[in-house]
């Protein structure tokens, strides 16, 4: 470990002369351009058409997973990580869009002369893995402790769709995101900094990549000139590699195939042989065997005490069920323990287990409860990568303090104990973003006080206890709302929604009307407002709201029976059957929605209708006395059913 820098020292310049280009890499940088042609066809064609194939992205199967909802997506990430099974982790390097950013953004910062050194860490390299958990690991082991849900309707296609964009975020969070797991990242952490940190998906592709019998290997020719390491753009010392394990072990090698065309003697090829899980150094190790019981203790209490504190402030603070957080940290330490034995940590790192212990802490800190949903705005990847930048950044803040000489990416920060003129640039820099980073903290805090405040208030009955909760979630409120610095549509619900819940609706439609224009993809916000609406007497407004919120989802039950009950109580009969009807269908459970169509037909004069719609109401709820009731009126019998 370097005590004058925060990122790898760069190897020793290759033998043999300068490296040559590798052809390849245009190969690549053709492919991953039209992978992107094929993105925008796809947006344009959903534009022009209205509907279209759901979006072929790994994080759609999290609808799979959790709602039993088979899409492109799903299908994609399944195909994707059976081919890593055979090949290799291909799809990384030649079909991911994040990957051509970091490319074309190392490509752009190499351009005026600065190549990012890559950051090795221990700890944050968990990341990934730990945000797959999340993701698509945790649903299952939530599930498996609920009980089973009635009527499941199991497995169900779902490849087209008319919301395209409803799981992205907006354009000015997507570019800010495109732009700090690119750029910002990249020059920060290294080329592939956010495949490194970040990516949950590259985890499940690194792991199948381990016992895949694709790999880059190498024959007797290789001198160890070191041209192959300098041309992978992945971090992966690939010289190093070969001459211990006759292969690339790493699981970062994203299988670009520029270490093979770059080769001055052709000693390198991709072939098929053992896998790299299990595989042992050529001579004697240099991993100890205890290291892996001491890496298994410190993955045990860092993990202890991260699924400690999800466990009450992120995941399950409001939910009935528990999952014991010891047990997640158990399976989290013996994995680690299993990938130190097997050589993974055997390579050098840029930390002391001290400063790895500080970095994970900030990192879980910032990521998941400082940047996740700051300003109802920041999504999970790119908080993943700004924790991850803050954690670097911390120890290159306390190294710079440490030491008289210290120097981060190509710029020396400090020199004989005094801040050369990048060096202010970067504490004052730094001093801006603790500063932020600090002020976000204290608006989540309001902002999570208050959602734990009214979730207990929901459970209460009486007024008389809900409206001290009440009073404690809008000073939280409105507290957050003074401090924060961009207007949050979750602060401007949740005044809506205690604005509501005390009749007052005139507040409640001006709150929830401005929480609906911040996001509109929330869809118990715009049912809320049109409630307010139709409550305050706006009714032309309310039922505008409902027809747009139709317009955008039509699977909206409520929605649908809300309008239908308007059109009931206008005697529009005709304009409500409709969407009483659709209301069944999405909700049969339902009692009102069986009642209310029964009573529209009956007011067209339509009887054996209302009839048959009764009977099919006792045969979702048997014995129901409204519907017998109702049934005899009309002259049927209760018991007969047709």
């Given at each position: 470990m370097s005590t004058t820098t925060i990122h790898s020292t760069a190897p020793p310049p290759p033998r043999g002369g300068p490296v040559k280009k590798s052809r390849r890499s245009s190969w690549r940088a053709g492919v991953l351009i039209a992978v992107h042609v094929a993105i925008v066809l796809h947006v344009v064609q959903w534009w022009i058409t209205g509907e279209t194939i759901t979006p072929i992205e790994p994080s759609e199967s999290m609808q799979t997973?959790?709602?039993?909802?088979?899409?492109?997506?799903?299908?994609?990430?399944?195909?994707?990580?059976?081919?890593?099974?055979?090949?290799?982790?291909?799809?990384?390097g030649w079909a991911c869009h994040l990957v051509a950013l970091q490319d074309l953004a190392a490509w752009a910062l190499g351009k005026i002369g600065l190549k990012p050194k890559p950051v090795r860490a221990r700890l944050l390299t968990w990341a990934p893995f730990l945000l797959a958990f999340y993701m698509f690991v945790w649903p299952q082991i939530k599930f498996a402790f609920l009980p089973p849900l009635e009527n499941?309707?199991?497995?169900?296609?779902?490849?087209?769709?008319?919301?395209?964009?409803?799981?992205?975020?907006?354009?000015?969070?997507?570019?800010?995101?495109?732009?700090?797991?690119?750029?910002?990242?990249?020059?920060?952490?290294?080329?592939?900094?956010?495949?490194?940190?970040?990516?949950?998906?590259?985890?499940?592709?690194?792991?199948?990549?381990?016992?895949?019998?694709?790999?880059?290997?190498?024959?007797?020719?290789?001198?160890?000139?070191?041209?192959?390491?300098?041309?992978?753009?992945?971090?992966?010392?690939?010289?190093?590699?070969?001459?211990?394990?006759?292969?690339?072990?790493?699981?970062?090698?994203?299988?670009?195939?520029?270490?093979?065309?770059?080769?001055?003697?052709?000693?390198?090829?991709?072939?098929?042989?053992?896998?790299?899980?299990?595989?042992?150094?050529?001579?004697?190790?240099?991993?100890?065997?205890?290291?892996?019981?001491?890496?298994?203790?410190?993955?045990?209490?860092?993990?202890?005490?991260?699924?400690?504190?999800?466990?009450?402030?992120?995941?399950?603070?409001?939910?009935?069920?528990?999952?014991?957080?010891?047990?997640?940290?158990?399976?989290?330490?013996?994995?680690?323990?299993?990938m130190t034995w097997s050589g993974r940590r055997s390579k050098k790192f840029d930390f002391s287990i001290g400063e790895e212990l500080v970095m994970a802490g900030v990192f879980l800190v910032?990521?998941?409860?400082?940047?996740?949903?700051?300003?109802?705005?920041?999504?999970?990847?790119?908080?993943?990568?700004?924790?991850?930048?803050?954690?670097?950044?911390?120890?290159?803040?306390?190294?710079?303090?440490?030491?008289?000489?210290?120097?981060?990416?190509?710029?020396?920060?400090?020199?004989?104990?005094?801040?050369?003129?990048?060096?202010?640039?970067?504490?004052?820099?730094?001093?801006?973003?603790?500063?932020?980073?600090?002020?976000?903290?204290?608006?989540?805090?309001?902002?999570?006080?208050?959602?734990?405040?009214?979730?207990?208030?929901?459970?209460?009955?009486?007024?008389?206890?809900?409206?001290?909760?009440?009073?404690?979630?809008?000073?939280?409120?409105?507290?957050?709302?003074?401090?924060?610095?961009?207007?949050?549509?979750?602060?401007?619900?949740?005044?809506?929604?205690?604005?509501?819940?005390?009749?007052?609706?005139?507040?409640?439609?001006?709150?929830?009307?401005?929480?609906?224009?911040?996001?509109?993809?929330d869809r118990p916000t715009r049912l809320m407002l049109a409630n307010s609406l139709m409550t305050t007497g706006r009714e032309s407004e309310a039922i505008q709201t409902l027809v747009d919120l139709l317009e955008d989802y039509p699977d909206v039950e409520e929605a649908h029976f809300n309008l239908g009950a308007f059109w009931f109580r206008k005697k529009q009969f005709r304009d409500a059957v409709p969407h009483l009807r659709q209301s069944i269908d999405l909700n049969p459970a339902r009692r009102d929605n069986w009642v209310v169509l029964a009573a529209s037909f009956a007011a067209l004069g339509e009887d054996r209708a209302a009839g048959e719609t009764l009977y099919a109401m006792l045969r979702v709820h048997p014995g129901d006395p409204e519907a017998v009731d109702a049934l005899r009126r009309l002259g049927f019998d209760p018991n007969k059913r047709p």
């Open positions: 997973l959790e709602n039993g909802l088979v899409n492109a997506g799903f299908v994609f990430f399944a195909i994707a990580i059976l081919s890593t099974l055979v090949f290799g982790r291909f799809i990384c499941d309707p199991g497995l169900q296609a779902h490849f087209t769709t008319t919301q395209f964009w409803e799981t992205f975020a907006g354009p000015w969070m997507a570019i800010l995101t495109l732009c700090v797991c690119g750029f910002v990242i990249v020059y920060w952490l290294g080329s592939k900094g956010f495949c490194t940190y970040g990516c949950p998906y590259g985890a499940f592709f690194g792991l199948a990549d381990k016992v895949s019998p694709g790999r880059i290997r190498v024959t007797d020719a290789c001198r160890g000139c070191r041209h192959c390491t300098d041309a992978c753009t992945s971090n992966v010392l690939v010289h190093e590699e070969v001459l211990k394990y006759g292969m690339v072990v790493d699981q970062g090698c994203m299988k670009c195939l520029d270490c093979i065309d770059v080769c001055p003697k052709g000693a390198l090829y991709f072939g098929f042989g053992k896998p790299s899980l299990g595989a042992k150094p050529k001579g004697k190790p240099k991993l100890a065997a205890p290291r892996y019981l001491v890496d298994a203790l410190v993955f045990l209490v860092v993990f202890g005490v991260g699924f400690w504190w999800m466990d009450h402030e992120v995941w399950w603070h409001e939910n009935d069920y528990r999952v014991p957080s010891w047990l997640l940290a158990v399976l989290a330490a013996v994995i680690a323990a299993g910032t990521s998941q409860w400082v940047f996740r949903t700051l300003y109802s705005a920041v999504p999970n990847l790119l908080a993943i990568g700004l924790g991850a930048m803050t954690a670097v950044l911390v120890i290159a803040v306390w190294r710079l303090i440490r030491n008289r000489d210290f120097a981060a990416q190509h710029h020396a920060l400090r020199a004989e104990g005094k801040l050369t003129r990048a060096g202010v640039t970067f504490v004052a820099i730094a001093a801006v973003w603790f500063a932020f980073t600090g002020h976000s903290a204290v608006v989540q805090h309001h902002v999570r006080a208050a959602k734990a405040t009214i979730a207990t208030a929901r459970k209460m009955e009486a007024p008389q206890e809900r409206e001290p909760l009440f009073d404690n979630a809008m000073e939280h409120l409105t507290t957050a709302e003074s401090l924060g610095l961009f207007p949050s549509s979750f602060v401007e619900f949740q005044i809506g929604e205690i604005a509501y819940a005390r009749q007052d609706h005139t507040n409640a439609a001006r709150r929830l009307g401005r929480a609906a224009a911040l996001n509109p993809k």
